[in-house]
């Protein structure tokens, strides 16, 4: 094992500790119970979800976290419905010799992955949960430090919202992998990151940013994870010995302008099924701009014309 390998090894166990501590403080018991009550709930809460879901929760777990995830689980095209008597059941189950409550352990849990995972992937679990379930998350679960409430005003007054720039609301810090990354690899940058999409280059491209497009190679979603699956759902898929190449959207790509409307960009996503769009200029590769980006401005309370600002700190 290569130093780069255990250097990720130990980060990944450093972040797997730093959830468990986290959720062992709030719950006021020790490391492991606080491990048996993130399992079980993980475990029940796996059980709830599409499979579209459960791809796009485990890409933002801790590597060993996303292992404990997966663990025993057996893909399923339809969704069971599950009620919240039957969820805290399996939570209760998987805590069977604990004083711990299983609503309140899984009360704390959601409240760790509303801290842990990206608001957009917050709402899209509130919002393919059964209402009952909901109510077990925490009041507001979706709000993270840096969201603001509004969006200012232009000088000629209000805009509408949709008629905004791509260029306002993109993320500007766009990660890149090579075509013949090993997938697992790609998946753990992902999760390192809290992000859901990296720009594939192709191995003898220069790396230097901004990417030209005829560097691209394509673009990976974690939800591409699941093409393995759905082409051959009896098969054996081992992820492990799957390169980026093998499950990636490959170039050409649906690409937008910096100065084209978020309209523009919804309805590009819409018409070719897709959760993000890289943004270009002169060619280049500038920014990302994803179904996370517009629902973000689309929680603006005021549909004002946002001011021009670097958001370089934000990634998808």
Known sequence: ??????????????????????????????????????????????????????????????????????????????????????????????LAGSDLDPREAAGAVFALLARRVSPGEVE?????????????????????????SAAPHGADGPTPLMDHAVGQFMSRSVLVVRESTPLHAALDLMSHAGVRHLLVLADRAPQEPPAHLVSVAGLLSNRDVLNPLRRHPDADVRLEYLLVRDVMSRAPLQ????????????????????????????????????????LYAASLEVPGAAAEKERGERVS
């Open 255 to 294: 690409t937008i302008e910096a100065t084209a409307s978020l309209a523009e960009a919804a309805r590009r996503m819409h018409e070719h099924r897709l959760s993000a769009l890289p943004v270009v200029e002169e060619e280049r590769v500038v920014g990302i701009v994803t179904s996370d980006d517009l």
């Open 124 to 148: 899209d679990l509130r919002g393919v949960l059964p209402r009952s379930l909901r109510a077990l998350w925490p009041e507001g679960g979706a709000a993270r430090e840096g969201r603001t």
């Open 1 to 94: 094992m290569s130093a780069t390998e255990i250097g990720g090894l130990q980060r990944t166990l450093e972040t797997t500790r730093a959830w468990v501590g986290e959720l062992s403080e709030e719950l006021g018991t020790d490391d492991a119970t606080a491990y048996r009550a993130l399992r079980a709930t993980l475990g029940a809460l796996r059980a709830s979800l599409p499979l579209a879901e459960v791809a796009d929760l485990a890409a933002q777990l801790p590597v060993v976290l996303r292992g404990l995830f997966f663990d025993g689980w057996q893909p399923q095209r339809e969704t069971t419905r599950v009620r919240r008597r039957e969820f805290l059941e399996r939570v209760g189950e998987g």
